[in-house]
């Protein structure tokens, strides 16, 4: 039986923003797309491309114009920030459900401590996480799994797109071997050249450095850090304790009137408050064409009954609906925030 380990995964979320624009203009499907931070006519840089238009050579960080010349039939669109955090956080939310820890590193990253299993029950617990992000959001994603953050990161790098890479202890030592320099997480391209100018061009070459010589070359944190990375060591924990300062809840109608889905997501979400007050209640409208409204009230005082939060819930959405011309409603979330400062309990990260 193969031995069990501490198995951390690292969820990443293919082409992201790419692929939130491609799920909601699904008549651009199929045809290269870049989504882009626009400074003026016609300028600005790459965020994020879908594969298609990576075959064509656009990638993050690219002009505009430069990504047009190599596809001129691509579909340029604008960062729309604020519905990539959506879908986001309703997959955050439904992972943090799921899992017991759960550390979102980047809108769309998550490390997520699976505990002690063999390579087997790993390889199911990153279908499950697949799958968990692709009801929330629609959204396909690559996981990696290994031992620490570092070859969690590594194994999802290499298993993009839509992947699933296991990397059990006793193989962490090929995996690195088959790895480039660069792959290593902050090792990156001008530490790699440097390296290079030195003549060490592998990670089987750069073990043969001291940790003294790695020091000298790039300071000891970096230096100490690179010659563990190397091996493939990496302590770093998971950082859970970052205190949450929102709360949010979203529910599909499906079927239901806005203010029956609107009750039911403030009711989940009261159980999750575990009785914390709050000042501020917000609720989000999203719209059939996948268009969302926000608005939200303080209240003088913190307050922490349902009947509060319910009824100001409910007062907000009647708001948006007076200014939404009759759009239809396909979604609603309810949030809180402003909480009144308490000692930090579980409830500030479990949920
Ligand atoms: P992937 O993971 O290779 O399938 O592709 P992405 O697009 O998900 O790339 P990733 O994971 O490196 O970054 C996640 C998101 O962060 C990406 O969708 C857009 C944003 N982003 C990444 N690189 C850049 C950049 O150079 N500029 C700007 N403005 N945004 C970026
Ligand atoms: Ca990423
Ligand atoms: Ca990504």
Known sequence: MAERFKAIALVDFDYFYAQC???RHPEYRGRPIAVCMLTGEGSGAVASANYVARKFGIKSGMSVSKAKSLAPDIVILPVDISHYQQVSSSIMNKLREEFRAVEQASIDEAYIDLGELGKAEAETAGIRIKQIVKEAGGIKCTVGIGPNKLIAKMASDKA??????VVAPEEVDSFLESSKL?????IGRKTAEKLGSLGIKTIIEARR??????????????GIMIYNFLRGIDERKLELE??????????????????EALAEAARKLYERLGGKSFREVGVIVVFDDLTARTRSKTFKYH????EELLSSALELLRSIEAVSGGKKIRRVAVKVSRFEKKEGSLLDYLS
């Open 242 to 259: 970052r205190k949450r300062k929102e709360f949010e809840k979203f529910v599909s109608l499906k079927g239901k009137t806005p203010e």
């Open 182 to 186: 660069e792959e290593i997480p902050y």
């Open 21 to 23: 624009e491609e799920l």
């Open 160 to 165: 993009k797109p839509d992947g699933l890479m």
């Open 209 to 222: 450095l001291r940790v003294e010589d790695l020091i000298k070359l790039f300071g000891e944190k970096k």
């Open 303 to 306: 307050v922490s009954s349902f």
